[in-house]
């Protein structure tokens, strides 16, 4: 009789049409390649030709991966962008059936313009587990790490929601430091949290890397609070569903036509979106790569021959979180280099 020496733990355990914990690797590699292409436009202040880098590069390497995906989160309806639109299928066809959200760059004003947090970032989960915005690209969102989870909600006001996060971590209001878009839009927010007794952490754009500082202990950051990106809430919720912690978030129409769109695709308005509703499945991978340096990664660094790269990715069924080094053959990569 031969002796079983270990038995994996049920609840790392998933079935053979699931997305396995092979796939993890499989999606840094789609990041690197993003950041890799996006990053040598750094600096040279055209934001859409880094993008398109990025976004091709994102899509040959998502070709090869073993899944059978389908993007649910991407630059846009079919007509408006050419590849890794909404409904495209990616992946070799093979594996699993998933849902797939993708942003080749997470900041591309900042990767332009040469300023930190740009980041490439794609985030894959169990097929329909992913919520449907319905052409509603904004949300309200609150963010915070796992203390204070089960005490904040977005119905409160703000300054209740601070003493809450503020006693779940066992320190005063004013040393909390609440991290929020620098919006014109964000002005009455910032008084509420001053007023509070709290700080502010501005940040350009990029609100998927600020979403993760507010849920991950020792980054300086309590909270993200504000109005940012439906997509990169979607995003931003795989990502916490293995950190711990929470995102909620509430839609907010910018138009009277946004508006009428998601009450005919029957949201609720006033409904907050917790981080199980806007990704439902237990089992989802949270994949980026740096490409300026940032609270969160390094970015991309190039020189005659290498080409150094800092990712992350996350694991929500293991609650698993690595960080990876990449050291590329910058020979190998020269289809990706800035042309002109």
């Not at 940012?228 to 910018?254: D, F, M, N, Y």
Request: glycine fraction near 10%; charge should be negative.
């Amino acid at each position: 009789m031969t002796q079983k020496y270990s038995t994996l733990s049920p609840s790392l355990a998933v079935g053979i049409d699931e997305p396995d914990r092979n796939l993890a690797l499989e999606l840094v590699r789609v990041t690197e390649a993003a950041a890799i292409a996006g990053g040598h436009w750094v600096g040279f202040g055209d934001k859409n030709k880094a993008d398109g880098a990025a976004v091709d590069a994102m899509r040959s390497f998502l070709q090869t991966v073993h899944f059978n995906g389908v993007v649910v989160i991407g630059e846009g309806e079919k007509d408006e962008a050419p590849m890794l639109f909404n409904g495209e299928r990616v992946g070799d066809g093979t594996g699993p059936e998933c849902d797939v959200a993708v942003d080749p760059i997470d900041g591309t004003r900042l990767t332009a313009l040469g300023i930190n947090n740009a980041l490439a970032v794609l985030a894959v989960a169990e097929r329909g587990s992913m919520f449907d915005p319905s052409a509603v690209f904004y949300m309200e969102k609150l963010v915070t790490g796992p203390e204070a989870a089960d005490m904040v909600d977005l119905r409160l006001p703000v300054k209740q929601n601070l003493h809450l996060i503020a006693k779940a971590k066992g320190v005063k209001v004013n040393q909390l430091n609440v991290m929020i878009l620098d919006r014109d839009r964000h002005r009455p927010l910032v008084e509420e949290i001053r007023e509070a007794g709290a700080r502010t952490k501005f940040i350009m754009d990029g609100d998927v890397a600020g979403a993760i500082a507010a849920a991950r202990s020792g980054t300086g950051v309590d909270a993200l609070m504000g109005i940012g990106g439906t997509p990169e809430g979607i995003v931003a919720a795989c990502a916490i569903k293995s950190l711990g912690g929470v995102i909620q978030g509430r839609l907010w129409p910018t138009s009277d036509d946004e508006k009428q769109k998601a009450l005919d695709a029957g949201h609720d308005l006033d409904r907050v979106l917790s981080t199980n509703d806007l990704v439902s499945s237990d089992n989802c991978y949270f994949a980026a790569t740096g490409i300026t340096d940032g609270d969160l990664l390094k970015g991309v660094r190039y020189s005659k021959d290498k080409v150094l790269t800092q990712s992350i990715v996350m694991r929500s069924k293991s609650g698993t979180i690595r960080f990876v080094e990449g050291e590329h053959q910058a020979s190998k990569w020269e289809g990706y280099a800035r042309k002109n």
